[in-house]
């Protein structure tokens, strides 16, 4: 970001939009689960790819093509990351109306520390990093020295990691891959993704829904995975949300939540696998509070 200078304004009245990095190496199965998200999504959302040319997009989903951009039915946007971050954003913040959220995909041999600085350009947060890694290939790629520098990288820098391509391993298979992450990334939730809906589904969260964090899809969307909403006092005071999150269970890999408390002030309470946060939300951001949601590994 050094060569970039960023916008002396605020886009939309100082709103910030969710960003989240989707990392993994080649052939992880990115670019199926940003389809699969285009597909399915029922809220205005951006994706930005390196080529957007390898999304494919259903037809009767797109509304118009120009340069490197895709303009979407549903009010989605897919973008090019060919000119880099900084014109791709500069892009998304020309437009009059933010999207819900924006989703990253990054280059198979990215490394996510290196972009992780642009969930903080103006306009935008972090949402968090979601790691893809290829049950099997995993011993394959990690035999090489130049793959497993890359893939260690993507692993540690994650803080959710979804195994794919488990209906070609076996069982005893994907815990010695369990083992091996487990062995240089302890503490990163790891979760199983049978099929591209299911983490297209896990990215759901990241974003604002129409009606608020409430307004979410049932959890049988989400087979692989228990969603539940946990009660939240209104109005509850910031220590007192210390101790919900200190008491979620170690199976939550996600969770978000508005909160009020006594004074009046909005907090937005987020959970992406090992990074908990809860931070004040300005006036252009505040939502009506909401009960927590979570979605957790079913065991």
């Known amino acids: 970001m050094t060569s970039y200078q960023e ?15 989707v990392a993994g190496y080649l052939g992880a199965g990115k670019t199926t ?8 999504a029922d809220r205005p959302i951006a994706v930005l ?6 999304v494919n997009i259903d037809a009767r989903l797109i509304r118009s093509r120009h340069g490197d951009t895709i303009e979407l039915t549903d009010g989605c946007v897919c973008c090019s990351l060919s000119d880099g971050f900084g014109a791709a954003f500069d892009q998304l913040r020309a437009r009059e109306t933010p999207p819900d959220h924006v989703v990253v995909e990054l280059s198979g041999v990215a490394e996510p520390s290196r972009v992780i600085p642009w ?27 130049i ?6 990288n993507q692993i540690v820098a994650a803080d959710v990691v979804v195994l794919t391509k488990l209906d070609l391993v076996s069982q005893e298979q994907r815990m010695h891959v369990v083992s091996k992450i487990n062995a240089f990334a302890a503490g990163v939730p790891i979760v199983d993704a049978t ?9 759901q969260l990241g974003g604002r829904r129409p009606n608020g964090i409430d307004d979410l899809p049932q959890p049988s969307l989400f087979d692989p995975h228990v969603t539940a909403l946990i009660p939240l006092a209104d109005p509850i005071e910031r220590d007192a949300i210390d101790v919900v999150l200190a008491a979620l269970d170690a199976n939550v890999v996600r969770a978000k939540g508005i909160a009020r408390d006594s004074g009046g002030n ?3 309470i987020q959970v992406v696998g ?5 931070t004040a939300l300005p006036e252009a951001e505040l939502q009506q509070p909401t009960d927590l949601v979570t979605i957790s590994i079913r065991r």
Request: hydrophobic residues 45%; without cysteine.
């Open 7 to 21: 916008p002396e304004f605020l886009p939309w009245d100082g709103k910030r939009v969710p960003i989240t990095f």
């Open 33 to 40: 689960v940003i389809n699969t998200l285009l597909a399915t």
């Open 49 to 54: 790819v390196n080529d957007v040319g390898e």
């Open 119 to 145: 969930g903080r350009s103006a306009g935008f947060k972090l949402d968090g990093v979601i790691t893809l890694v290829d049950a099997d290939q995993f011993d394959n790629r990690m035999a090489d020295p």
């Open 147 to 152: 793959t497993e520098l890359t893939i260690t």
């Open 195 to 203: 099929s591209a809906e299911d983490t297209a589904a896990l990215l």
């Open 266 to 268: 909005h907090w937005l």
């Open 274 to 278: 090992k990074r908990r946060s809860i």
